[in-house]
């Protein structure tokens, strides 16, 4: 993934750049050397690589100096204070001269020309570069842009602490950087050429005694060099209390000669599978019964999922033996709400909600169900109704957050609502159920608790040192407990958060101007190792920051997300703007993984349906690694290290709106990230382009254009680039009503909500097609009952309307326009539904000729519908293909294994002289339910948008609905060309 110029400071992979032109492409190193304007493109370098910024803040001044940062001992410590300890250091003139004789260093990619095989090698300092025969780790050289180059930093890093393992406790000092030249002047570890810029990246680390040091960015010009350390305080002092390494008291005489374990460069998760948990009670989930899949668990071979379904009162079981094809293992009946869920050796616990909505007496109980017979074994009485429950790693105690949760119907929710709530340790460190005991840990009258009365315990998670973290969401408090002692060992205040930058108006419109001060309210809580611990500030009573916080144990922020979760959400198109005066995107859960060498933090977004994966080997700056799409609402989140493999549960279950609850399988493999397919660029302030809800789809000179409907006002056609994966959103054009076209067409209809001041309209757009000077474009209107009329409209590039037809007068309000296919002088237009009465002829196709501006009409007759949910059958959009041929685009309204009829036919109207109202032939072309399949997700109902490229390759993309009601997964995808 390549990345824009302006960097967020928890992006690993940030967007590329957006102007659209050749900038944003790859260039190869210069032939010459790099004197020229060398001086000026290190000016752009120091601007590019401004990481500690927020993301909301300007780039840096040409004057201002900025670093990548190293972990730092004080993990409080701010960028700005970390800036001040940074210290020029002499660079090496000499290219053979890379630090004390009898040190070993490991080189890294080494270019020549536009590329080249690399290197990770050792050699001693004092001599040559390392050769490719001194290697032990080979990579192929890349040129990229310049953001790109610090993710390759980060991803060599990892590869480097595993070298520093191979030479055990040695005292090394270790660099890793990239050679740029074609002879020994003009070559320099920490020199290459990226892009057009000079990007001069190395990390130095020292070995041995606890000993750290940070990462280098350094410049080199002719005779000059320089090198900005970060984190040079970090670095262990001498006797005299210098700053220079600890000299080595033995070095390592020969290298090492096995290749190390090391992390790929491009590791990702990719999504295998996903199962509608439906299917326990249908083979093809042909039921209406409700399910919902919300903690997930899994056994310790790995091989089994375990899901609470409070709608059923069970628990369900998953095979995943094999991940790509998970199998129903059935349910087992709990006695009440399960709320959460954990494995014990050869046991399922489970936490039981017996409450039944008597919040005045809540009760509960802990149900442990022998996995191989899959019966309850033993309960014991929790003595209140629990929420979260967690099984230490040593698998000797079980936390119970046991929350006795409000009446959100009694005094508007608000708190304190008795009875309170506590916290059990269960000892479950024998082997036998039945001999596993019980402590009541109270959570009352604790500091910092804003209801101290009432602490409503929300989630908790234990640490390798038996210690517990626990939530308590509605106070806006955190409770550590000692699971051994079973006491109180701190509680303190989750504290306030001051985000800007994000949406906090539900107008329709996408804006990422606003700010809240919220109190961050988390709800899931996670350790990361045993010192500091993530929460997902989702917010209830009076917050919600919209992001996470990492917290060390004396309730210190050591990182808090900012707005780089909601940006991010906008940013792959899974915003819900109707969410805005609420918690935005919501984040729920945190889940803390290591996979190998990476250390991952997984965070779930409920109302953006996103997984966001963090790497945190550096929890003072958490990089994002990726998003992954989920089903609708995510919550529950189990990962599988010894399988790669991640696991998902998104509980929202509706068949009526097209929801299933599902539980979605990912996998880490070596290779590059699938989702998300699209992506905005940046506009002219420097944010993402805000977009969702696309519906039409049109190719033209290398782009792909496309519409978004009436989830949001002020209407925009969207200029997709195509030349890099994921496809770029460059630009969103807004539409405007400048000459008054609109105003006059619709003058004497109603629709006079469709006008705003500022000339910008409030459009249905279902469809586009480019043309050359410009765009014709559809709006569906509103038919039933008429409130606006459908429209087909010519905008320029500039998006000003240029001409406005409507229907003839006897047929507006009958049925609006879906698709459009540009023809010559002929435009083809589909209405989606047949019109009133003519339900058993077929839909009407529109042909309006632009010469003589009438319209003639002609039937088209959809599949009869065959879903097992029954339904509709519509058309969706079209494609010209020349000579009155089209492509048509039919689907039905499912989703998920109710979907049957996703398909393209092909239509011919010859030269247009058919009789009015005459029915067309059709052949089929394509099903496109295994093109949907391919994701291994569950099949989209809205695909709504058809195109041919150049080459004669057919795309599609999906409408996500706004993400209201919707997981909102967005698909643009080539398909390939018809045979």
């Not at 492409?25 to 304007?37: G, T």
């Not at 595993?162 to 040695?170: I, N």
């Not at 800007?500 to 329709?508: L, R």
């Not at 398909?903 to 010859?910: A, F, S, T």
Request: one cysteine or more; charged letters at 25%.
């Amino acid at each position: 993934m390549k990345g824009d110029i302006t960097k967020h400071d928890d992006e690993e992979n940030p967007p590329t750049s957006t102007d659209g032109n050749d900038s944003s492409k790859p260039h190869p190193p210069a032939s010459d050397s790099m004197e020229d304007n060398v001086k000026e493109r290190e000016k752009k370098l120091r601007m590019a690589l401004a990481v500690d910024r927020a993301p909301s803040q300007e780039a840096p001044s040409e004057t201002q100096e900025t670093a990548s940062a190293s972990a730092s001992s004080d993990p409080m410590e701010t960028a700005k204070e970390r800036e001040k300890k940074l210290r020029l250091a002499p660079a090496f003139e000499d290219p053979t001269d890379h630090g004390p004789e009898g040190k070993i260093a490991v080189g890294g990619m080494k270019t020549s020309g536009d590329a080249g095989k690399g290197v990770i090698g050792a050699h001693r300092f004092g001599k040559s570069p390392p050769s490719k025969e001194k290697s032990i780790l080979e990579l192929e050289a890349q040129i990229v842009e310049p953001d790109e180059a610090e993710e390759m930093v980060t991803d060599l890093q990892l590869q480097v602490e595993t070298l520093q393992r191979q030479v055990e406790k040695q005292q090394v000092a270790v660099v890793v950087g990239t050679e740029y030249g074609d002879d020994e002047e003009d070559s320099g570890w920490a020199t290459c050429l990226y892009n057009r810029y000079v990007i001069c990246l190395a990390i130095l680390l020292v070995v041995g005694a606890g000993t750290a040091a940070g990462v280098v960015l350094a410049s080199k010009s002719n005779d000059e060099s320089s090198a900005l350390i970060a984190g040079a305080s970090d670095m262990p002092t001498t006797p005299t209390g210098s700053t220079e390494p600890i000299s080595p008291t033995s070095t390592p005489s020969t290298v090492p000669t096995s290749a190390p374990t090391i992390p790929m460069p491009f590791q990702y998760f990719n999504r295998l599978s996903t199962a509608s948990v439906c299917l326990q009670f249908d083979a093809t989930c042909n039921t209406d019964i409700e399910t919902s899949a919300e903690i997930v668990t899994a056994t310790q071979d790995g091989n089994t999922i375990v899901y609470t379904d409070v709608p059923q009162e069970s628990i369900g079981f998953m095979d995943i033996t094999n991940p790509s094809t998970p199998i129903m293992g059935g349910l087992v009946a709990v006695g009440g709400a399960a709320t959460s869920v954990a494995i014990k050796d050869k046991y399922v616990v489970v936490g039981v909600s017996t409450t039944n909505g008597n919040f005045t007496y809540p009760s509960g109980n802990i149900a442990v169900v022998d996995i191989d017979s899959k019966t309850i074994i033993h309960t014991m009485d929790l003595g209140g109704q629990p929420d979260s429950l967690s099984i230490s790693p040593d698998k000797n105690n079980i936390a119970v957050a046991i929350e006795n949760e409000r009446n959100e119907d009694l005094s508007d929710g608000l708190i304190p609502q008795l009875p309170a709530g506590f916290l059990q340790i269960i000892n479950c460190a024998p082997d036998d159920p039945t001999q596993w005991t019980m402590a009541k840990v109270e959570l009352t009258g604790l500091r910092d608790v804003a209801y101290p009365s009432d602490p409503e315990p929300e989630f908790v998670d234990i640490n390798a040192d038996n210690i517990a973290v626990i939530s308590l969401q509605e106070n806006n408090a955190l409770v550590i407990v000692d699971l051994v002692e079973a006491k109180v060992v701190k509680s303190f205040s989750a504290g306030i958060a001051s985000v800007s930058g994000v949406d906090v108006d539900e107008e329709d419109i996408i804006t990422q101007d606003g700010s809240v001060t919220v109190p961050r309210e988390p709800d899931g809580v996670t350790w990361i190792g045993t010192e500091y611990f993530a929460t997902a500030d989702e917010g209830d009573l009076n917050g919600g920051s919209r992001g996470f916080s990492i917290f060390d144990q004396e309730g210190n922020i050591v990182y808090e997300n900012g707005n780089g979760m909601e940006e991010w959400a906008i940013r792959v198109g899974h915003y819900a703007d109707h969410r805005s005066e609420n918690k935005g995107n919501e984040p729920e859960t945190v889940h803390y993984a290591e996979f190998d060498e990476w250390k991952f933090l997984f965070v779930s977004s409920e109302r953006s349906g996103l997984i966001y994966v963090y790497n945190v080997a550096d929890v003072t700056r958490p990089r994002l690694r990726q998003v992954l799409p989920t089903g609708v609402e995510p919550e529950g989140i189990y990962a599988i290290p010894s399988r790669n493999l991640l696991v998902v549960a998104s509980p929202e279950d509706n068949r009526d709106d097209k929801i299933r609850s599902s539980v979605t399988i990912y996998e880490l493999q070596e290779a590059g990230p699938v989702y998300p397919s699209i992506i905005a660029g940046n506009d002219a302030t420097g944010k993402p382009i805000p977009f969702s809800a696309l519906s039409g789809l049109s190719f033209k000179d290398g782009f792909m254009y496309s519409v978004e409907d009436d989830n949001y006002k002020k209407s925009r056609i969207f200029e997709i680039d195509l030349s890099s994966y994921p496809y770029k959103i460059t630009k969103g054009i807004r539409i405007k009503d400048t000459a008054g076209k609109l105003g006059a067409a619709i003058s004497d209809l109603a629709g006079s909500q469709l006008l705003n001041n500022d000339m910008t309209v409030n459009l249905d757009l279902e469809g586009i097609d480019a043309v050359n000077d410009g765009f014709w474009v559809v709006s569906d209107g509103v038919a039933r009952p008429f409130e606006t009329p459908s429209l087909l409209l010519k905008v320029n590039f500039d998006g000003e309307i240029q001409e406005v037809a409507t229907l003839p007068q006897a047929l507006n309000g009958i049925q609006g326009l879906e698709g459009i296919a540009v023809d010559g002088d002929n435009i083809v237009v589909a209405f989606q539904r047949p019109w009133t009465g003519e339900e058993t002829i077929g839909n009407r196709l529109g042909i309006y000729n632009v010469v003589t501006s009438t319209w003639k009409f002609v039937y088209y007759a959809c599949e009869a519908p065959s879903s097992q949910n029954a339904g509709w059958v519509g058309l969706a959009d079209m494609e010209a293909l020349g000579n009155g041929r089209f492509y048509v685009l039919e689907r039905d309204n499912q989703s998920g294994l109710d979907a049957s009829i996703k398909r393209i036919y092909e239509i011919d109207l010859g030269d247009y002289s058919l009789a009015d109202l005459n029915v067309v032939n059709k052949t089929l072309v394509r099903d496109l339910l295994p093109d949907l399949l391919s994701s291994n997700g569950l099949v989209m109902e809205k695909i709504e948008g058809l195109a041919v490229d150049d080459e004669g390759n057919v795309w599609i993309n999906n409408d996500n609905d706004g993400v209201n009601g919707n997981s909102g997964e967005n698909l643009l995808k080539n398909i390939g060309a018809m045979q």
